[in-house]
Each structure stands twice: as C-alpha cells, then as structure tokens.
C-alpha cells in the first residue's frame, strides 16, 4: 500500500533528477550559495524510520546520479531496530523521527559520541471520513481534537464541535477514533502535541511512539490508518500529510497557537520549525507553534552518525552525502510533500557535521 | 491426506546397493544423514525456546505471573500485561471454531461417506485444497476490503436487532473485532478441520458401517450413533488442530481485530490478539522491558500452542494409528 502510494511522486522525483541536471546545480541553497562537495568512492548503508524513507531513497538515487562513485542503501526497518543497528555499527548512518535517548545515547558511547542532523520535516493531517463534509470544510481546535482523542467527544453532533463549525451539517454518529497499531515518530509527534495543548492527556496518556489509547482502533502504518479512515464512516486520524495528498483524503482546517485555523501544508510545517531557533537533539518539539502560517503537528525527522569515524574514505563520503542532504538534496523531499528545512536549521546541520572527525581532524570540508 | 502409510515405505537407495555394500553400506549413510537431520531439528527447537525466553526475561522478572491478568499495555509508563491479548485470542478462536466445526464436521461426512452426491465430490476437495493454498495476507485482504463493511452494515445490525437481548451483541458496530476476527479465523481453519475430520471418518471400519445398515439402520442413525461415536477422539483431535491454527493465526486477524487493548463482552468491539501485538509493535519496542513483554507474549503463545498440538496429535495418532496431514 504504502510502496504504491509513494512510487508517483519518487518516480517524479527521479525524472526530475534525470533530465533537470543543470537546474539542480543552479538551484539555490537554504544557507550560503556553497556547493556540494565531491565525495571519495565509498559505499554507505543506513537504516531506521520509515516515514522519511521515500525522500531518502529519491534523495540516494540523485546523489548517486551526481556522483557515481558513491552508493547509499537505506533500509526502512523502524527507528528503533535502526538506532540499534546503529549501535552495533552494523550500518554507517541510523535514522529515527525522535532525536536519541539519553539511554539509547549511552549505550552508543554518550551524547557526544553521536552527531544528530535534522533531515527533513513533516507535519500531519487529522484527516476524516464524514458524509456531506468536504475536504477543509471541519474545524478542530486543540481542545475539540484532545476530547476526540481523550474519549469525551463521542458524537460528530457534540456541542463542542457544532460551536467551532456553525455552518457545517453534522450527523447524529458515533466519532470512530483510528490511530497507529505500530509503534512510529508519527504517533510520538501526534502525542507531543496532544500532551502540549491538553494537561489532562499530559497526564493520563503522556507521549510516546506507542502510547496506550484511551480509545479507537489500531491499524498498522500511514497507509492501514488512511484506508482504516476511508473505509469506516465517521472515522477521525492522524496521517502524515503526503498521505492525505496522495490517496485525496478530506482533512480538517486545524486551529494553531495564534487562534488561525490552517490547512496543513509543508509550507506551514517550516514556517513553525522557523519559530524555534534554538531546536536541537535534546530540544527538539516544535509542535503546536506560534506563528500566523504554523501547521500545528509538525516534527522534524533526524540522522545520527558517530562523531569519530573508523574509515577516512568512508567518513568523508558520509559527511559529503549527508551535507548534501541537508543542502541541495532538500528539493526531493519538498517533490514528495515534506517539508523544506528552515535555513536556521540548516546552519545548525552544517555546524554539527563540521564536528564529525577521523583521527581528530575534521572530514567535511566546505567553504561557508 | 490420509497417505501417513505410504510415507512410512523406506526410500530407495539413491546408488546402486551392490557395488556400494563393499566400502560402506547405503543404507549406514542414509541413516547418519537422516539422524544428523533429526538432530539438528531437536537442536534448533531447543535453541528457538532458549532464543525466546532469554530476551524475555527482563519482563517475566518485572511483572511475574501478574502479566497474565494485567489489562494494562502502556508503553509510556512500561507497564505491560497480556490479559487483554490472551482473552483476544481465545475469543476470536473460539468463534472460529463454533463456525468452523458444525460446517466442516457436515462437510467431511458428506466426503467420506458412500452415499451423497458423487458429482459434487470433485469440485468440492479441490475447493478445500484452494482455500487452504490462500495466504492469509490475501484472506485478510479481502476481509479488510469486503468482509467488514459486509459485517458492519448487513450481519451485525441483524445480530443486534434480533439477539441484542445478550451482552454479546449489544454495542455499535463499526464492522471491526472480535466476530468479524473469529469468522475469519473459521474461513481459514474449515480446510484443516473438514480434510483431517474425512480422514478419520474414513478410517472407521467399513464392517461397522455395513452391520449397523444391516441392522436396518437409515444412513443418519448409522452416522449419529456409530460413525461419530467411532471417530469422537479423532475428530476432537481434528478440533485442536484447527485450534492450534487459529491461535496462532497473525497477519489477518491483525487486519480486522482492531487492534484495540481492551477486554469487552460485546463481539462487536475491537480487541486485540497475541500475534498482533507482536507483529504490531516489534518494530519500535525501545527497552529492555517493552522488548521482552513482547517476547513473554511469544513465550505465553508458544505454550498455549504447544499444549493444543501436542493434545492433538495424540489424539489423532491414538485414532488412525497414522500421523495426520495437516492441510
């Protein structure tokens, strides 16, 4: 399903890639006007999250077109079994939705062991399935969403709903809340954000990439919730935007922090990572933003190497393609609906990959 | 099916005896390779249990024997328990057989038996053997797409309507859970139950039969008071295979169980497996603890498992006096 649903626009991504070569060299940068580096011959794997996994594999399939003599192989086998591929340094690079743990740092050797990069950026949708309600036409606030979620709203004809949508007709039916049976970065976002806005799912529920609902039914990836919700009349989820785009869902204009109700867009996403120019590995929520534009459930999406690499070669390809991912390589991810880094995130990027080292000397070598 | 006796004939000798006899014997090579391959089978089951309890252990030392009647399962405050799961599982596979055990028991004696119509028989045990080749990621494909909006807007409506009285049929229906979950599991268990239960009825002694029809005897009373009483045991034994299968049945009982960790009387609701929780959740269960309260539902379904089909085998072995071929 989720393979299907993604092949169009990688395959747009790739084409692109394959006829647009002097475009690509001539496209500007999010920082600086520098290009990417030439890397040495080398033959990289990573593994981890799948919800970036698209962008990653249009993104290695470009770069090995720039530079043939380097291949990358990612496999989306979740972020947990990638972070502790990681820590086995069975692969080069891990990938996860949520930045590490402070027990998952230790077991690699300690914080400054691992250099983490945000990648790219995404935000979600609370997409649903209401006779007669078209796309963009409900309106949910943090606290309409929280009691959705929380079991108090049960009803599509609740007051509460009815008071925020005044001239939508919505039916007498039982709300059929869907949520993610796998663990994921998309329900860590989704319970960030609920913890944010509602103190009652703070601490009842907490946040966490598996949490225990208090109500609704599982279905397993972006993929089983969005067909769960196209098939279930009444049916309310969370699903990664590009999912709601690609299988033409009807979603929900979501009220952000500054009181405007917004259609979720990747441009929303990065104008609310924007508004936090302090985001790192360890402060890394930019859920429920200020900002006129902010699409409220938006996460960034992150890469870990180690911070002392074993191999010259190797180490300096990784830095290169990791560099270029964050730079040059951003325009894939914005073909496949993610979202655009901000550029403050993208000098954060560059200055942290500036510290991976071999032999105590730095492998990336750029000028900016 | 019902070949256990042809299977049992030793091989042929892959050489030539003659020539071979003079250095070392055919038959002594033959016998190592095939102990060596016994063997590594015993190994590799002991090694499989080990591999299972090991990683288990943080939880089976955390939460005891309290995992087995703890409803919660929150992985943000690492509380785990499998009551939920297990009743689940039981549940859904005990629909599965009161569905699947009247149609295949009907079934298998209208196959085995002398009379019925004979032009049907063909197409009917090819039937089986195709519902038996179906993966069940299609089975579960097809019961996610067709199957519950089915359920939902025709089948439990009608339950509800006419026995809502019972707790078991109250609730509203979204066409997900437990019901939906157990008539699947009926679908994907008929095949094992209905080629396992003609076999035993075919092993019934063709002199009984003809001495009850003797007698004079119509063919139903035949049936109800001879054949069934002569197969009882293996025919129970056809039921806990059947229900080996069912327990341990993942991807499409995933697809439409709901995936919900709550114990309900309502067959309507959503509730959640043993398999499912596993296949589910294996992929980002970060810790020690989470990790093995996975693990210790692996462990809890490898016994549940065990038990039924060791209790089957025994009764289907006392019964044929041949190994059963499980469809």
Known sequence: ?368 | MGKGTAERVAPAPLVGIGRQRRLISGDDVFHAIAFAAAALILLVAAVFVIALVIPALPAITRFGLGFLVSRSWDPVQSQFGALAAIYGTVVTSAIGLLIAFPIGLAAALFLAEESGVRLLRGPLSFAIELLAGIPSVVIGLWAFFILTPIMRDTVDPFLNHTLGFLPLFQGSPSGYGYLTAGLVLAIMVLPIMIALSRDVIRAVPRALREASLALGATNAETIWSVILPYARVGITGAVLLSLGRALGETIAVTMVIGNRNEISSSLFASGYTLPSVIANEFTEAVGNVYLGSLFYLGVILVLITIVVNVLARLLVWRFTGSEPTAA
Not at chain 1, 28 to 40: D, L
Not at chain 1, 108 to 120: D, E, F, L, N
Not at chain 1, 136 to 161: E, M, N, V, Y
């Open chain 1, 1 to 368: 399903m989720k393979r299907m649903l993604v092949a169009l626009p990688v395959l747009a991504g790739l084409l692109l890639a394959a006829c647009g070569g002097t475009s690509t060299a001539t496209s500007t940068p999010a920082t600086g006007g520098s290009t990417a580096p030439t890397p040495p011959a080398a033959s990289l794997t990573g593994a981890g999250a799948t919800f970036p996994q698209p962008f990653y594999d249009a993104a290695r399939f470009a770069y090995n077109q720039k530079f043939s003599q380097v291949t990358v192989n990612y496999q989306g086998v979740g972020s947990g079994a990638g972070i502790q591929q990681l820590t086995k340094k069975v692969v080069d690079f891990g990938a996860s939705d949520v930045p590490l743990k402070d027990s998952e740092a230790a077991a690699m050797g300690g914080r400054p062991a691992v250099v983490q990069i945000a990648s790219t950026l995404g935000t979600e949708s609370i997409a649903y399935n209401l006779q007669g309600v078209a796309d963009g036409q409900l309106k949910l606030t943090p606290d309409t969403i929280a009691g959705i979620f929380l079991h108090h709203i049960t009803k599509w004809s609740d007051p509460a709903l009815k008071a925020d949508n005044p001239s939508v007709t919505l039916p007498d039916q039982d709300i059929r809340v869907v949520h993610r049976s796998d663990g994921s970065g998309t329900t860590y976002i989704f319970t960030d954000y609920l913890s944010t806005v509602s103190s009652e799912w703070a601490s009842k529920v907490g946040k966490g990439k598996s949490v225990s609902w208090p109500t609704g039914d599982g279905a397993s990836g972006n993929g089983g919730v969005a067909s769960r919700i196209t098939q279930t009349p009444g049916a309310i989820g969370y699903v990664e935007l590009a999912y709601v785009l690609q299988t033409h869902m009807t979603q929900a204009m979501l009220k952000n922090s500054d009181g405007n109700f917004v259609l979720p867009s990747a441009a929303g996403a990065t104008a609310a990572a924007s508004q936090y120019l302090g985001t790192s590995p360890t402060n890394f929520s930019i859920v429920d933003a200020p900002g006129k534009d902010s699409a409220p459930i938006s996460g960034y999406s992150w890469l870990m190497v180690y911070t002392n690499q074993q191999d010259k070669t190797k180490g300096t390809a990784l830095v290169d393609f990791l560099y270029w991912i964050v730079t040059d390589g951003q325009q894939y991810a914005v073909n496949l609906h993610y979202a655009h880094l901000p550029s403050n995130m993208v000098t954060n990027d560059i200055a942290a990959l500036k510290t991976v080292t071999y032999g105590g000397s730095a492998l990336l070598s750029v000028s900016s």
